[in-house]
């Protein structure tokens, strides 16, 4: 999540947030869905056993992304 937050920053594409779209299952081995929100637009979504996990994979996957759209530009 640091490292998106830093590259969000140093290119100044805006302001990111994070998104639970939902969370399933018993209250001991739940699932979370979290979306990664930059300037109001969902750009990449993660899994996890908690939130924190879910962010962690959807901050990777928006990095990702953003790393890929500044090589092209």
Request: aromatic letters at 6%.
């Amino acid at each position: 999540k640091n490292v998106l937050q830093e590259h969000v920053q140093k290119y100044k594409l805006g302001t990111i947030s994070y998104q639970t779209l939902w969370k399933e299952g018993p209250d001991h081995m739940p699932k979370f869905r979290v979306a990664v929100v930059l300037n109001g637009k969902a750009i990449a979504e993660g899994e996890g056993k908690s939130k924190k996990m879910a962010q962690a994979q959807a901050a990777k996957k928006a990095f990702a992304i953003l790393k890929d759209i500044r090589k092209t530009q």
